[in-house]
């Protein structure tokens, strides 16, 4: 999986929850991919993808922002 893809699964994720999204959770999306050879996304590419997220929607009328339980 390309970022360009995991960025919109994260965005989806994070906008059709209710509660706020820990790294862990978010890392669970992206577990057992359907590709043998495809790599698991680790946690330091979910933290860059989520910053990108939160400057690419500051101009929108949500914002991201991180909490003590999540994202």
């Given at each position: 999986?390309?970022?360009?893809?995991?960025?919109?699964?994260?965005?989806?994720?994070?906008?059709?929850?209710?509660?706020?999204?820990?790294?862990?959770?978010?890392?669970?999306?992206?577990?057992?991919?359907?590709?043998?050879?495809?790599?698991?996304?680790?946690?330091?590419?979910?933290k860059v993808m989520l910053e990108e997220l939160s400057h690419d929607w500051s101009?929108?009328?949500?914002?991201?922002?991180?909490?003590?339980?999540?994202?």
């Amino acid at each position: 999986m390309n970022t360009t893809e995991a960025k919109k699964v994260l965005e989806t994720a994070l906008l059709c929850t209710h509660e706020a999204l820990s790294i862990n959770d978010l890392k669970k999306l992206f577990a057992g991919g359907s590709e043998p050879e495809e790599e698991a996304i680790d946690t330091d590419a979910i933290k860059v993808m989520l910053e990108e997220l939160s400057h690419d929607w500051s101009e929108r009328g949500v914002e991201l922002v991180s909490l003590s339980t999540g994202w």
